[in-house]
């Protein structure tokens, strides 16, 4: 069968190109990827080539396909799985294998790393480690795109656990954040940050009292008051507060005092910025667990740190580079009992859109970019639905659809697009 993917050849050089992949082997599983979510992470490994952990040295002689948050349905499954899995499946996967044999060893990941397998391709052949990790996720909900978003909203997940306190006396370490507790998102409003709070607020187990998000964006901090409400966070016991720290002289000292001059027990960096982390590290109370969500690019990226508190106040530091096949599993359960990604979609585009949309990830505005990969339509922002709607009657569809649901995208959206995806006549 032919597919059509984005390849990686080298540092920035990305080709969208068309060939034939081989028969699947009795213990691999040929799939249909209907849609792929672009991250941030995809654009380090398109800008850093082989430098990059993940990327195998010989992209320029076998290139890689990227992408990695993705889902779709099965289309042939090889004979050693066909108790477990049959044509027609909808599915996720979680990219993070850790598997020692793959073709970077212990880093080896879809999107990164393999030849026949990433996120954005027409048909994909998912390889066996990946039925044998347990990383092929059944996906029972509507639509697609919620399956394309559970990796990031695993991510999220897996630092919320990751976070840790001790208890005064012991040295057992108590991992999670504090059930009751006082949180702080900082630069929170971007597709991560976005993620972060819409998890918190619906999460069931724990949650925090005071949840205090901030940036520096107004326009931003905006949609995040429409999408995830004050009001609805009352009602989930949370007090939430979004603080433009832009407007303030002292920014540590004002956060502080919101928390009651006692300081964050939680505190999450959505941004590789070393004020934003040294922020971070001056807001935390005692046993305050500071969480560097952020990737940076510079492995000689540094910040400062208060190692006083470190000693007297017991304030620690963590970081998480992904979530782990449970927390992917959770991101699927908690998204069938209600919890809607959408908030985080703010482009919608085809596989011609793919390389310079990836390739330009940090300099495009908004959340996450959704691509479609069987669909040619430029990256297109939500919001210009309308006024593109006077030319092309297929977006002003889209645009009523969306508008009908706060702005966001939805399984309805999506249908109406796969459905009249030849009317945009791209």
């Known amino acids: 069968m032919k597919t059509k993917a984005v390849r990686l050849y080298g540092k920035a050089d990305l080709r969208l190109e068309e060939f034939e992949l081989p028969e699947i082997k009795e213990d691999e599983i040929l799939a249909k990827v ?40 099965l289309v042939e499954v090889g004979s050693k799985w066909q108790s477990e899995f049959k044509p027609g499946d909808k599915f996720s996967i979680q990219p993070a294998l850790n598997y020692n044999d793959g073709p970077v060893g212990v880093l080896s990941a879809p999107g990164y790393s393999y030849h026949h397998i990433g996120g954005d391709a027409t048909y994909v052949i998912i390889p066996s480690e990946v039925m044998e990790l347990g990383c092929l996720l059944p996906y029972k909900g509507e639509g697609f795109y919620p399956a394309s978003l559970s990796e990031p909203l695993s991510c999220v997940i897996g630092a919320m656990h990751a976070n840790y306190h001790t208890t005064p006396g012991s040295y057992v370490h108590n991992m999670e954040i504090v059930d009751g507790g ?3 998102l900082l630069a929170g409003v971007g ?6 709070i819409n998890y918190v607020l619906r999460r069931e187990d724990r949650k925090p009292s005071l949840l205090v998000v901030t940036d520096i964006d107004q326009a931003r901090l905006d949609r995040a008051a429409t999408l995830y409400t004050v009001e609805f966070a009352a009602s989930q016991g949370i007090e939430l507060r979004y603080v433009n720290t832009g ?23 959505f941004a590789p910025v070393a004020p934003v982390i040294e922020q971070a590290d001056a807001i935390l109370g005692f046993d305050g667990c500071l969480n560097f969500f952020a990737g940076p690019s510079n492995q000689d990226f540094k910040a400062q740190m208060n190692f006083y508190n470190v000693h007297y106040a017991f304030t620690k530091v963590v970081g998480t580079s992904g979530g782990n096949t449970d927390d992917m599993k959770e991101a699927l359960e908690v998204m069938s009992n209600g919890l809607d990604p959408a908030g985080l979609v703010t482009h919608i585009g085809g596989m011609n859109a793919v390389i310079d949309a990836t390739l330009d990830l940090p300099n495009i505005p908004g959340g996450k970019k959704l691509i479609y990969n069987h669909i040619e339509i430029p990256l297109t922002a939500i919001s210009d639905f309308k006024e593109l709607g006077k030319d092309k009657g297929v977006y002003c569809m889209l645009a009523e659809v969306c508008e009908r649901n706060n702005g966001l995208w939805s399984v309805e959206a999506e249908e109406l697009l796969l459905a009249n995806a030849t009317a945009l006549n791209y």
Request: aromatic residues 6%.
């Open 34 to 73: 209907v849609c792929d979510s672009l991250c941030m992470s995809s654009y380090k490994a398109a800008n850093q080539g082989t430098d990059h952990k993940r990327v195998p040295d010989d992209v320029s002689e076998n290139p890689i396909i990227i992408g990695h948050e993705f889902a779709g349905e």
């Open 182 to 184: 006082k949180m702080a």
């Open 247 to 269: 407007n303030m002289e002292d920014p540590a000292s004002g956060l502080k005092k919101i928390s009651g001059d006692k300081g964050y027990d939680d505190v999450f960096v």
């Open 191 to 196: 597709p991560m940050g976005l993620a972060a």
